[in-house]
Nanobody, 116 residues
Framework: VQLQASGGGLVQAGGSLRLSCAAS????????MGWFRQAPGKEREFVAA????????YYADSVKGRFTISRDNAKNTVYLQMNSLKPEDTGVYYC??????????WGQGTKVTVSS
């Protein structure tokens, strides 16, 4: 299983970024996907998740109304559209594939830096 995250970068507060995570080696259209992030000196935290069909989405309270998770099963890709970015959104963003309760995979992460 490979999860290749991209789209991170440096952006000013109030700006937008779109992260992508291209997946391979797994039955993508049957797998729930998620985004997590880890700020410097902090633990990794949940950001957003989407069900295998795209019919259900979930967000951390801190990003509700600003971030949107989506997926394209034809392209084996999950996205995270991030708007109205804040300095506290800074961190390394990781995509996650949850194949079962006991089996999940992580991508290598993409760094997001939001300047004030």
């Amino acid at each position: 299983v490979q999860l290749q995250a991209s789209g991170g970068g440096l952006v000013q507060a109030g700006g937008s970024l779109r992260l992508s995570c291209a997946a391979s080696g797994l039955p993508f259209s049957s797998v729930d996907m998620g985004w997590f992030r880890q700020a410097p000196g902090k633990e990794r935290e949940f950001v957003a998740a989407i069900s295998w069909s795209g019919g259900s989405t979930y967000y951390a309270d801190s990003v509700k109304g600003r971030f949107t998770i989506s997926r394209d099963n034809a392209k084996n890709t999950v996205y995270l559209q991030m708007n109205s970015l804040k300095p506290e959104d800074t961190g390394v963003y990781y995509c996650n594939a949850q194949l079962s309760m006991s089996e999940s995979y992580w991508g290598q992460g993409t760094k997001v830096t939001v300047s004030s």
